[in-house]
Structure formats: structure tokens, C-alpha cells
């Protein structure tokens, strides 16, 4: 892969693509997600939210956002300094975005936040990194900034460990499918994050980025019926599946 000039709009465009590209050889439906999400904050919230970017990454969420709705304004937090250069890069001069830098496991990491309350926070393939307990926690401070009226969703590995033979099953047909798209050329995430190493405007975040992380997630992925409970423990009035996939699922919490 040639170094990409990532002083430039266009280089972040492009490490935005190949940032893409990698989790969608991981979840080819993960457009899917999106729509579904962008779907249920009008139908909720209108066309013009107040939105929080939960563990934003390269500020997927936000691109999606702001394309569908242009009056939206989105706060996107995360601890990752490398798909944090990405994001700041990819938005910057956009007075509709801010990007906070932030601990979701420290509890005063709101206090951090340029606004007291959300129409939606949205988050996707994020809080797996989390334990349960760590998970609702947060979920009990994310009740404290959504609106009344307003919105939590989160789309993520949710498996329901009741149907062993079935989650084998799709397993198997996931990761067969995953490795053909390999032979094909297809990017995993090792190797984009190798990549991202070796460009000098990411080389250094990305080596921050892995002292903080690790190699990859330690945390859980309990079933949507968990999520669904523990958000209504935390104050939501509502919650429920809006989307699903054999392997994942969109959670949506109404406040």
C-alpha cells in the first residue's frame, strides 16, 4: 500500500474507505445497520438531533449523519488516538462536528462533553471491548444524557448462548465466507492496522493506540435480551431490537 498524504483531505478520505472496506469483510450487511439506525432517529427524534457518537472510531456514524441530515450536529468520543487523527482529519473545519477524547470506563468522562443532553447516542461494533458490569455502568451514565424522548442505539455482536448449534452453524458460514473474500485480496484488521502503522502521519497514534488496547477486545457479548434488560434498569422506558443479523444485532432504548 503506498504511504497516503494524509495532510490532505483526500488522504483521510481514503484511510476513511479502507477503514470501510476492512469491517465490511467483517459484516458485509453493515450498511444495513446503519440505515436502520439513521431510520429510527427521524422517526424519533427529527431531522435535525443533537447526536452523541459513542467510541466514534474514524467518525463512521457522524459521515452517515451528516449526509442524510445536514442540519445534524454530532459530539464523537473515543479513547483511540490513532481513528481519532482519522476522524479529526476526515471532519475538520465542520462546526457540526466535535470530537471529545475520552475513557468510557472512567466515570467522569461526561463531564467532558460540550453538552448536557442528546436527542441520540449512537454506537456500533464499540462496547463489546466491555466487560458487564463496566457495560452497565455506562449504560447507567448514557441514561443521564439522553433526553426525555431521545434515543440509545447500539448495534453489536449480541449472541444469545441458548442456541449453541445454531451459532455454531452461522460461525462456520461466516468465517468461510470471510476467508474467501481473504484470498480475494480483501483487508483484514491486522493487516489495516500494520498498514496504518507505516504511515507517518498514523505511526505514532497507532503505537499509543495499541499500549491502551492491547491487541484486541477482552470484554463480552451478551444477547439482545441482556442489553433490552439492563438499558430498562438504567431508566430507559422502552427497548427492543430494530435490526438483526445471525450474528448481530441493533438495540434500540427509548428514553
Not at 463496566?134 to 433526553?147: C, D, K, Q, S, T
Not at 426525555?148 to 442456541?163: K, W
Amino acid at each position: 500500500m503506498t504511504t497516503l498524504d494524509t495532510a490532505t483531505t483526500t488522504g483521510w478520505n481514503a484511510w476513511q474507505e479502507s477503514w470501510d472496506r476492512q469491517q465490511e469483510w467483517y459484516m458485509p450487511d453493515r450498511e444495513d445497520r446503519f440505515r436502520i439506525m439513521l431510520d429510527m432517529v427521524e422517526a424519533l427524534t427529527g431531522t435535525a438531533p443533537r447526536v452523541l457518537d459513542l467510541a466514534c472510531g474514524t467518525g463512521t456514524i457522524t459521515a452517515r449523519l451528516l449526509a442524510r441530515f445536514p442540519e445534524a450536529t454530532s459530539t464523537g468520543v473515543d479513547l483511540d488516538p490513532a481513528l481519532l487523527t482519522i476522524a479529526r482529519g476526515t471532519f475538520e473545519g465542520d462546526g457540526r462536528v466535535t470530537f471529545v477524547e475520552a475513557d468510557l470506563k472512567d466515570p467522569h468522562w461526561p463531564e467532558r462533553l460540550p453538552h448536557d443532553s442528546y436527542d441520540a447516542v449512537l454506537t456500533a461494533t464499540a462496547l463489546h471491548w466491555l466487560h458487564k458490569g463496566p457495560l452497565a455502568e455506562l449504560y447507567g451514565r448514557l441514561a443521564g444524557l439522553v433526553r426525555e424522548g431521545g434515543v440509545l442505539m447500539n448495534a453489536d455482536h449480541m449472541i444469545d448462548e441458548t442456541t449453541p448449534r445454531i451459532n455454531a452453524a452461522e460461525r462456520a458460514q461466516r468465517h468461510a465466507r470471510m476467508d474467501e473474500a481473504r484470498r480475494a485480496g480483501a483487508v483484514d484488521w491486522a493487516d489495516w492496522w500494520k498498514r496504518a502503522a507505516e504511515d507517518p502521519a498514523l505511526a505514532a497514534p497507532t503505537a499509543r493506540r495499541f499500549e491502551i488496547y492491547g491487541e484486541h477486545a477482552d470484554g463480552d457479548m451478551p444477547s439482545p435480551e441482556w442489553h433490552a434488560r439492563t438499558l430498562r434498569e438504567a431508566g430507559f422506558a422502552e427497548a427492543r431490537p430494530v435490526w438483526c443479523s445471525p450474528s448481530d444485532t441493533l438495540l434500540l432504548a427509548l428514553k
